[in-house]
């Protein structure tokens, strides 16, 4: 018997140990792989392809114009991302890997664009998967054909993912990409943000629990491989912080704090010269209420390095002010809630009002209710982006519309005025002694900021789980393990609020410290950098980027030419600058985007196989049809950048200073001319860009909340697009106008010049 018992214990003895070995292995990624760029399989796109795009768009060209317009997406994700990566699992219904390979293929064959650029997120590319971005990259660029004529330009970039706490500290995510492919024209290493102790990465650290991978145990080699992906990406060793960027090893990860440290490790020690852009200034879903961008504009901060920005993308348009803000912050830096305006309700606000009718619902005295909606407010605010976990129990739909911009052209979500396009425009950082004004003087842009490996999704409006970032839990049994405890049924209905510090909030899983359920009613197929360049090549792409003769779109390709012509005849096209104490003469010319046929042309599905088409394509290419949709208006927009310290933003912006209702010419296009006669009179800087806007087609989460309003115009009720299991395969489109932003044309004004 004691026998007996002594083999039962060693059984299970050996069964503990063979369990923690197993629980401990799969937490570290032992049993997973490393995953390779993949396979390119399509070839050069056929040169009579190329040379119809061309002449379709010389076609309705200005007859004084001889650029080419040339369209790409400069923001690009692969599952080298671990934000991707993540999406990519079965739990949160992804569709796995999408290796750099793919993005190749998608570039030529599915969206067709003319140039790209890969931008994962250097938090997690080690030294060996840096390697790998620029051989892949490289791999693309060989098929492409002649150097001065290829099919698709394709460029090596990261992202440096820099996210503060406050609104102090935060500055914001910016893609670093590079000209040329060759290493010594590339930096060395992929610079991650902030230091190597406060990452996302390394919040990460304990990877996918070993429970997922048993409980969905069909798919366990998924979980293991993204565990393994994150033990390698925890094992590279960080660089030494006081070493500069040229004298470092190439086996370790670099890391810049903020905006002026990236700069000076590529510009002043690596002698490179990289296009560096920021996005999603406006994106709430990690900004710090508060948030502005004056510190940005410290010349400390090299803002002079960041001659483009994104003004819209997948997350949505971050180029429109409004003078509503998200909380108040006084003179000694403390936050009190705003009160809600005709076109605004602060989260904060809601906040309290959640409560209040929690309260009141209790029949508690009303006295006591409004003593708990202020806290409620207060700890909302304490907990910046994460301000909604306040609320315990409370659903998606209980925040209505609030911290949205109603009256935005598909805004980005919980959006920041503060940190928009047009508000940093307008600003102006002068010295102490008010001899220096620093200003940013942007080119514009749009991407896709596609996270499977797609670059250029707003071709067609399709497949929003694949073409969009919408993404969430596959069944409610994954939604009830990932989400706070008790949003899911929202049983927790208990009338007090929740304070947190933000120690404690960063110390969550990822899914819990943001919307991340309201959020992906606001996610979209993306936006289009434009470029108007002498030719196809790499050079001529660049050269259109660094001299700003660019603009951004919703996805569709607008065509769009926006030039100055000053008293001389002299021409300016948009990114430039004139001085000068009388404005030129503006002429604007838009036409619309082709109209979309079904599936995929004959050069793709000869390019590549049925199979290949329907996975990393949807089925889907741009195929345009012989139709143009109409060019409805042009509207202009005027901002006057701080002359004084101080000076209200809102008074310097003029967000449709002309609207000019378009009647379509013999080419399907709308071209029209304007000048200015108050800036001679101002006798200030000005500067001005257009917004081609096209006719209304349904749109992907164009109208993501579809609230239910009462006979006041308040929202009561919201009908949201999930990025999981319950909105299924529906595309969610709503009827929305798509545009192009022009980059602006900038006035100095010089008396007498």
Not at 193 to 210: E, N, Q
Request: net charge negative; with cysteine; glycine share 8%.
């Amino acid at each position: 018997m004691r026998r007996i018992v002594l083999s039962l214990v060693g059984v299970v003895v050996i069964l503990v140990v063979a369990g923690g070995l197993f629980w401990v292995g799969a937490r570290q990624g032992w049993f997973g792989v490393e995953h390779d760029a993949g396979v390119i399989e399509g070839k050069t796109i056929p040169a009579d392809v190329i040379a119809s795009r061309m002449n379709a768009t010389a076609a309705v060209a200005p007859q004084d114009d001889d650029t080419l317009i040339l369209f790409g997406d400069l923001h690009v994700h692969t599952t080298l991302s671990a934000d991707a990566y993540q999406f990519a699992l079965p739990l949160l219904g992804g569709s796995g890997l999408h290796p750099l390979a793919d993005a190749c293929d998608f570039a030529r064959y599915c969206s067709a664009v003319d140039f790209w650029s890969s931008n994962d997120h250097a938090e997690s590319i080690t030294p060996a998967r840096w390697k790998l971005v620029k051989d892949a990259v490289r791999a693309c660029q060989r098929v492409s054909g002649d150097d001065a004529n290829p099919d698709l330009v394709s460029f090596i970039g990261f992202e440096w993912t820099q996210v503060g706490r406050t609104p102090e500290t935060h500055f914001g995510h910016k893609n670093v990409i590079f000209r040329d492919l060759d290493d010594d024209k590339v930096s060395a290493r992929a610079i991650a943000a902030g230091d190597p102790a406060d990452t996302l990465v390394r919040r990460l650290a304990g990877g996918i629990s070993p429970y997922v991978a048993l409980r969905d145990f069909s798919h366990r080699q998924d979980y293991f491989d993204f565990n393994k992906f994150m033990a390698v990406t925890r094992a590279a060793p960080a660089c030494d912080a006081n070493t500069p960027s040229d004298q470092l090893p190439a086996d370790c990860v670099e890391w810049a704090a903020g905006p002026a440290d990236l700069v000076r490790k590529l510009f002043d020690e690596q002698k490179l010269t990289p296009l560096v852009i920021p996005h999603g200034t406006s994106w709430g879903f990690y900004t710090p209420p508060g948030t502005n961008w004056e510190k940005a504009l410290d010349p400390t901060e090299r803002p002079d390095k960041f001659p483009i920005i994104e003004v819209y993308s997948g997350h949505g348009n971050s180029e429109e002010y409004r003078s509503w803000s998200e909380v108040s912050i006084g003179p000694d830096g403390a936050k009190t809630c705003p009160e809600p305006t005709k076109d605004y309700l602060p989260s904060c606000w809601r906040a309290g009002e959640i409560i209040m009718e929690r309260c009141l619902k209790a029949n508690i005295a009303p006295d006591d209710c409004e003593k708990r909606a202020a806290k409620a407010r207060e700890d909302y605010l304490a907990m910046g982006p994460a301000g909604h976990l306040a609320i315990p129990g409370a659903t998606a739909e209980d925040w209505l519309d609030a911290g949205q911009c109603t009256d935005c052209f598909l805004p980005a979500f919980n959006f920041r005025p503060g940190t928009s396009v047009q508000a940093g425009l307008a600003l102006t950082h002068f010295s102490d002694d008010g001899a220096q004004a620093t200003r940013f003087n942007w080119g514009f842009i749009g991407s896709s900021d596609n996270h499977r490996a797609r670059p250029g999704t707003g071709y067609k409006q399709v497949d929003r789980r694949e073409n969009t970032e919408a993404t969430g839990p596959s069944s409610p049994e994954w939604r009830n393990l990932i989400l706070p405890p008790g949003a899911s049924a929202a049983t927790d209905l208990d009338a007090h609020s929740r304070t947190m510090t933000a120690e404690a909030v960063g110390k969550l899983p990822g899914l819990q410290v943001v919307e991340a359920e309201r959020q992906a009613a606001f996610l979209l197929t993306g936006g289009l950098a434009a470029v108007h360049a002498a030719n196809r090549s790499r050079e001529a792409i660049w050269d259109a980027l660094q001299r700003r003769e660019i603009y951004a779109t919703s996805g569709q390709r607008i065509l769009l030419w926006f030039d100055a012509i000053d008293r001389t005849g002299a021409k300016t096209a948009m990114g430039g600058r004139i001085a000068a104490n009388a404005a030129p003469t503006f002429k604007v010319r838009a036409v619309g985007a082709f109209k979309q046929k079904p599936g995929c042309p004959d050069f793709a599905k000869s390019g590549l196989d049925e199979a290949r088409l329907n996975k990393i394509c949807s089925g889907e290419c741009y195929n345009p049809s012989d139709e143009r949709s109409r060019i409805t208006r042009i509207e202009v927009v005027k901002i006057r950048p701080q002359a004084t310290k101080g000076e209200v933003l809102a008074d310097l912006v003029q967000d449709r200073y002309i609207v000019h209702e378009c009647t379509t010419d013999a080419n399907g296009g709308c071209t029209f001319t304007f000048t200015d006669p108050d800036y001679a009179k101002d006798k200030r800087d000005a500067l001005y860009y257009v917004k081609a806007i096209q006719e209304p087609e349904p749109m992907i989460n164009a109208d993501p909340l579809k609230c239910e309003r009462d006979a006041n115009g308040k929202c009561v009720k919201v009908h949201l697009c999930y990025g999981d299991y319950r909105s299924g395969a529906s595309d969610c489109t709503a009827p929305a106008e798509p545009r192009a932003w022009s980059s602006p044309i900038y006035l100095d004004y010089q008396a007498g010049g």
